[in-house]
């Protein structure tokens, strides 16, 4: 089975640009997440989807932060502009319906590693 | 103060010794709670679930003390593969994981 798939891998950019990051979560899975991970921090969660509707966005900083997941699928995480404390991992993660799992277990991507200079 | 709250270590042990980690959560209306493992620059994985009348897998032994609001896990015959940060998460209501900042354990030769 195939994995939660991220990209990019690694994104530097200068401060005041934007960034984009996609997900592709696992086939089948209704619930997606974007997490933000600071260096020597846990996992922080940005914005939960269920489907395609917005479940929880309560930690996006919505003035410079946007999500999609159209089509209840494929997810974009957009950073407009990015500041010099963006620079972080950002985890993407999905899991399957509660009924259908072991509660808690969400699987996640690689992360993309952004350094904002 | 942070809703999950570790000790972020390192613990350094030599191999076959045991090992206990601890958390705190301030949330008393937190539902669920589970250990997950996080390699280093890796992403987190599902360790185990943890219940108040404990459970356990294998080396790995994790409890819940509802009344004191802790957790532990207790790790036995720590193997070189078990050097990782260990990332302790409770679970509010919607399925949203809190997780603490983790601690680090380094198992030695």
């Known amino acids: 089975e195939a994995g939660v798939a991220q990209s990019p891998r690694y994104k530097i950019i200068e401060k005041r640009q934007s960034v984009a990051f996609w997900c592709n979560p696992i086939s089948g899975h209704a619930t997606l997440y974007w997490y933000q991970q600071i260096l020597g921090q846990g996992p922080k969660l940005l914005i939960q989807f269920q489907n395609n509707g917005v479940v929880d966005d309560s930690q996006l900083p919505k003035d410079r932060f946007s999500a999609e997941r159209l089509k209840g699928v494929d997810s974009t995480l957009k950073i407009q502009p990015a500041k010099l404390e963006d620079s972080a991992v950002y985890l993407c993660?999905?899991?399957?319906?509660?009924?259908?799992?072991?509660?808690?277990?969400?699987?996640f991507g690689p992360g993309t590693r952004l350094t904002v200079t | 103060r942070k809703e999950v709250e570790q000790d972020p270590g390192p613990f350094n042990v030599p191999e076959g010794a045991t090992v206990a980690f601890n958390c705190t959560y301030s949330?008393?209306?937190?539902?669920?709670f589970f250990w997950y493992r996080q390699d280093c620059r890796k992403e987190p994985k599902l360790l185990m679930s943890v219940y108040s009348s404990g459970n356990e897998d294998g080396r790995f032994t994790a409890q819940l003390n509802r009344a004191s609001q802790y957790i532990s896990l207790l790790i036995r015959d720590s193997k070189l593969s078990d050097s990782a940060t260990y990332l302790c998460v409770s679970e509010r209501s919607s399925y949203k994981l809190i997780f603490g900042s983790g601690t680090r354990l380094l198992v030695r030769p």
């Open positions: 949330n008393s209306a937190s539902q669920s």
């Open positions: 993660a999905s899991s399957l319906d509660r009924t259908a799992t072991i509660p808690g277990e969400q699987y």
